[in-house]
């Protein structure tokens, strides 16, 4: 008798819980795509599925980051407020292909793009690096620095000995670096050197399997930005490592990146997003003197850059809606480079319509990389882009690193977006929109080098490739909603 009751309370209890479950993913009212492959999952793993899922299927910072968020929405609000009095800082009008982006982004963070700033790019890590080097040094009040991976080795060794110089000299620093992404710096020395030099050094997302079902583990701090004496900032792809020392044994060549250095009010709005994730992570407010809300000199440039930040207290879906919104806009041409090419169905249909009605379409990838389910999900994205007319390339001058899109050769989005979900819907990321035909066309001769060290997938060769390879594609495109 015991045993037939067993039997049925297995049975019950297994009913009750894919049910409980599946109400669950449903009720959060996610993309069909994500829903259904978290059913699938839940469903084919009952057990293994319902725990992945309450680790990694809904968006969860803590309590302590929430109330933390919360509570300082009103002083953040009334900061844009004070920082928007400035009438001459602000755009007042847009190029055409532009203007329903910064539109969108005015509406949904309540701040218009920003003029009077010098934006130079750089393609080249070491060139960067200088001039970051050099920037440090003659930093005079505060440093503000934000980084996924931090990795000790080459070239990081100076921009580390001109921080810790820095704030030796007197200079606020403060270093902000994701659990996770720089692990390896956290179990090194330089953590504590740095802290007996006076820089407050916060690892932020701490990753502990004590609280893996109270916070969601994958969620990373995948922001890049240095910001000097409000008034001088970089963003862009580039992790602080030295290409020659990381991930040398990934065996996908030196890791190609693009960042941008600005100096004027942008600076200033960068800092509201980074005072925003200290004090999320930190608790501690970061208080900008009133002397030093504007910046120090403005440029006679009317190009007009926004800034658009991601992640959790931060309108959702933005950069998704940034994107399709740009991509719609193209009339003539629109280049994307990206590492991980895994797109909504969205952002896919939006790509396909904008090459079926005339746009030329680049998309630039990595040969190789460093993320095999990625590699695989991408590649099952192929068949349906290169049908509608797009060009694929995969760059082999090593792991192509740099986000980027170019529309019309007017309108560029550069930043830490990946086109993939985790970037798109998950973590702390920044994209800068900048409406400027003198960037774009320095963006545009990146494009054309990456172009240059790239093979062209040839629709023909790719429709004859091995049935094994589509049966892979296929069942990693299944996951790709939770890549």
Known sequence: MITPFLDWLIVFIYWLSITSFSLRILIKRRAVPS???????????????????LLLGELKIGKRRYKRNKAVCAFFDNWIEQFKSYNQIFATENSEVARSLFQLCEHQQGMSGLIG???????????AMKSLIHDISNAQHNIEIVFYIWQSGG???????????AAQRGVLCRLMLD?????????????????????????????SIL??????????????MI???????????MNMVDPLY????????????????IEGPVTIAMGIIYSRDWEMETGERIQIPAENILPLKYYSSSNAIQVIASGPGFPEGIIHQALLTAIYAAREQLVITTPYLVPSDDLLYAICTAAQ????????????????????????????????????????????HAKSVLIDDQLSLVGTVNLDMRSLWLNFEVTLVIDAKSFSNDLAKVHKDYIASSQIIDIIVWSKRPYWQRIIERIVYLLSPLL
């Open 155 to 165: 070239i990081v060794d100076q921009v580390t000995e001109a921080l810790i110089a």
């Open 179 to 207: 659990s996770a992404g720089s692990g390896n710096f956290f179990c090194s020395p330089y953590p504590t050197l740095m802290r007996k030099a006076g820089i407050h050094v916060v690892e932020a997302l701490h990753v």
């Open 227 to 237: 910001l000097i004496d409000n008034y001088i900032s970089y963003t862009g792809s």
């Open 35 to 53: 829903a259904m492959a978290w059913l699938l999952i839940v469903y084919i793993f009952p057990l293994v599925g319902i725990i992945i899922y």
């Open 246 to 261: 990381f991930k040398q044994k990934a065996g996908v060549g030196q890791w190609i990146d693009m960042i941008t250095r």
């Open 357 to 400: 009605r005339g746009v030329k379409v680049h998309i630039i990838i990595p040969r190789y990389n460093d993320s095999m389910l990625v590699s695989w999900a991408s590649r099952s994205f192929f068949a349906e882009l290169l049908e509608s007319g797009v060009l694929i390339y995969q760059f082999e001058g090593g792991l192509l």
């Open 211 to 224: 609280r893996i079902f109270l916070r969601r583990m994958d969620l990373r701090q995948h922001r890049k």
């Open 117 to 127: 700033n010098k934006i130079q790019l750089f393609n080249n890590t070491y060139e």
